[in-house]
């Protein structure tokens, strides 16, 4: 475990060197918040409430689901790991001591510790700017179960941009993979539209899917909404994290005979 | 007469680059359908997030579900075009200037950029191009609009145009890799900024943030442009505008574009 720390404790060093990619990502927040206050703010003309939110709750969702998307920074890896299989780079993780999905995983929560520092003070100039509309959290057990499952969702994404990354050992090139990979998982994950203006039959399938836990739920856990659910989200993500985990396991140990260590 | 020869010479490289790619991707048949698979996915969120909207709303800001048809159909055909011309092209510069790659290309008796922006034409994304023009003509019958040339022709200006503010605005961010080594987080801003512009039609910007979403980031006017030309009013202001703001962007992009090379110091030979 101790080797795996320090990867992380590396990968927040690293960090530092790039003080200009992490303080434009600071501007992330307010882009996507910004944009969904606008439209909002229209759609509530002669509303007062939809899927079951007011126009505050409404931005307050968004506020939450900016910020949980800020804090996953394994998307940038997945084209840094690519690149190692595919220029022949990869060999280091065959000769030293450490598994490339721990490596991987620690790197990823390296690099989301560093984010947390700035995201928050992001978040935070978003809230200030936004005061009279944020709806703060319902009750401190909500926040906890929605900051668990929001990390476990963290957890998700990085193994399945990992299991995005272990394609190039068979096609070589990821991009349109990887690409898919977010279109999706930002739709599923109600990064673009709450899931409550779903049809029901629509979300009662997709809670048993990660993504709806990954940033709807703790940010409708925040608002004090569908707390009834948080405890069937724990035990989906868990499974679903076994599962992946150990899908993650059995094709790199497949896919890995297929390195051709060109380049190296 | 030059400028003639001039243009042939580089629809004959134009054509060369595109009958190698062609070749290149029917190799790597996967990476030829995953492209279109992503494509056609793009296409189906899109088509998810407005039905979603319409689901609980009837209009937006006065748009109605036809008008929004419109605009996501105008967005999957400048998508589809950006996609298959230059997206993979202009996205592979900072990688190329950060390992020193683009020495190779300075060396050829070709406009540089020219190469660079046309090397990764993607043949697979033209297909989308056709849910786009289905929409726009459903939405176009819907809405009882007569068609005429000078409609057309307008609209296929504005799509122009647009095609080339588009370009220029994902050149500008590239070009910032010749002072900036990582600059992940700043695709990250463009793509959220170009997500969100395709999502949210620029009419419902007012005051500071349409000046912004307009003029100084202008990705609102991407796709909503030519969706208001075609489906409501269009003065001459809003034709100003979008040539004044196309032209601007085009001038920066090519400045920062030279002030880079001059910058370049070939990392890695």
Known sequence: MRKYLEVGKISVKSQITYRFDVLIGCFMPFIRVFLAYFLWRTL????????????????????????????????????????????????????????????????????????????????????????????????????????????????????????????????????????????VVDFLSGALLPLSLLPDWMQGVMRYFPFYYMQFLPASLCLGLRTQEAFFGLLVMVIWIIVLWGLAEFLYHRFRRLYEEVGA | MKGISILRRYLGIFIRLFKFRLSNQMIYRASFWTVFIVDVSMFLIQLAVFSTLFLNVDTINGWNKYQMIFFVGTFNIIDSINMSLFFFGITSIPYKIREGKLDIYLTRPVNTLFWLSLENIDVSSTIVIIPGVIMVSYATAKLGITLTFGKVAGYLLLLILMLLLFYSLMLIIRTLSFWFIKTDALNDLEGEMIGFSFRVPGIVFTGVSKLVLYVLLPYALLATLPTQYFTTSFSLGHWALALGVTSAFVLISQWLWRLGLKNYTSASS
């Open chain 1, 44 to 183: 509530f003309t002669d509303k007062t409430e939809m899927g079951g939110m007011t126009f505050p709750m409404m931005l307050t969702y968004y506020i939450v689901c900016a910020f949980i998307q800020r804090l996953e920074q394994s998307n940038g890896l997945v084209w840094e790991f690519a690149g190692e299989i595919r220029e022949g780079r990869f060999t280091k993780y065959l000769v030293k001591p450490v598994s490339p999905l721990g490596h991987f995983v620690f790197t990823s929560l390296g690099k989301t510790l560093y984010h947390l520092v700035f995201t928050v003070l992001a978040v935070g100039c978003v809230i200030l700017i936004f005061k009279g509309q944020f709806v703060g959290p319902a009750s401190a057990g909500s926040l906890i179960l929605a900051l668990l499952i929001a990390f476990l969702g963290l957890l998700v994404m990085i193994l399945l941009n990992y299991l995005t990354a272990l394609l190039a050992f068979k096609f070589t090139d990821i991009t349109g993979w990887h690409l898919l990979n977010g279109n």
